[in-house]
């Protein structure tokens, strides 16, 4: 085949990606009136994004939120398709936003982190969030992290894999704690924890409240002396998007949406008052 004709073939379909690339843009968008966002969640993550059974409409807070950035769009002239992606597993989850297409969002209950902004973009914050150390109420609770090697070394930790709560682990494990053995799970560490006193982890507050709301007679307990109350979760976007600017006006325009009365009633609608005063932005 002539140079020629390979360049020209070479530089159509270069072309065609760049378009395609393009038109899958919030500044696309605007000009056309219309979009779509895929949106990668973990599923039955309650309740930030979960489904009930036999129903196909996906619900909670980060929903919500999400479709209150819908609505933002439309009163724009912009019509917006959402396509919910659930993964069983939080990291897949992730590494599909990752590899995600400029039109790609994630939810998941993300925690930002300077690693994490070094693979994908953030959103402004939506809530506060506070990581607990759980166990059976049969351990004794720690009055001093120090002490965890002596309380917990019959125990093992469990943790979805590539999330922070796997980092905050492998920190006490450095710290205090160099026997301490892990395992990762697909579920709620939460779920396994409750059902086997041989277990313990770091969840985050409101997976516990959740789960302690349907399980009122669980016998587990927070070991508040590791509480870790610096996080923040945001949606996330992968690095070749320029969805960011249509999300921080529509977070930050104004005195910014955390300010108004549907936050405040998304939140209400899904969390009991003592845990949004824990994690409610201010």
């Not at 969640?41 to 129903?55: A, I, Q, R, S």
């Not at 070094?118 to 990581?131: D, G, M, S």
């Amino acid at each position: 085949m002539p140079i020629r004709i390979i360049l020209s073939s070479l530089f159509f379909a270069l072309a065609t990606g760049l378009f395609a690339q393009s038109n899958l843009s919030w500044e696309s968008a605007l000009k056309n009136k219309k979009a779509s966002l895929n949106v990668y969640y973990y599923e039955n993550n309650y309740p930030f994004t979960y489904k009930e059974k036999g129903n196909v409409i996906v619900k909670g807070i980060e929903a919500d939120i999400l479709n209150e950035f819908v609505g933002w769009a439309k009163k724009k002239g912009v019509v917006i398709t959402l396509n919910y992606i659930a993964s069983a597993e939080f990291n897949k989850s992730y590494e599909l936003l990752t590899k995600g297409t400029p039109n790609s969002i994630g939810l998941s209950s993300l925690t930002i982190t300077e690693d994490r902004k070094k693979e994908i973009q953030f959103c402004p914050p939506y809530l506060k969030n506070k990581t607990v150390l759980i166990s059976s109420g049969r351990i004794p609770t720690l009055s001093k992290i120090q002490d965890i090697s002596l309380h917990f070394d019959t125990l093992t930790a469990i943790t979805e894999k590539g999330s922070t709560h796997e980092k905050y682990l492998l920190d006490l494990k450095s710290s205090y704690f160099p026997k301490m053995r892990i395992e990762f799970g697909e579920e709620n560490p939460t779920v396994k924890i409750n059902q086997n006193a041989k277990y313990f982890g770091y969840v985050d507050m409101i997976q516990f409240w959740s789960f302690l709301k349907k399980n009122n007679s669980s016998y587990i307990k927070m070991h508040r002396v590791a509480t870790i109350d610096n996080e923040r979760f945001a949606f996330g976007l992968p690095l070749n998007s320029d969805w960011q600017a249509a999300f921080n006006e529509f977070f930050e325009s104004g005195f910014g949406f955390i300010s108004t009365k549907k936050y405040r009633s998304i939140l209400e609608t899904h969390l009991s008052s003592e845990v949004i005063e824990s994690v409610e932005l201010d």
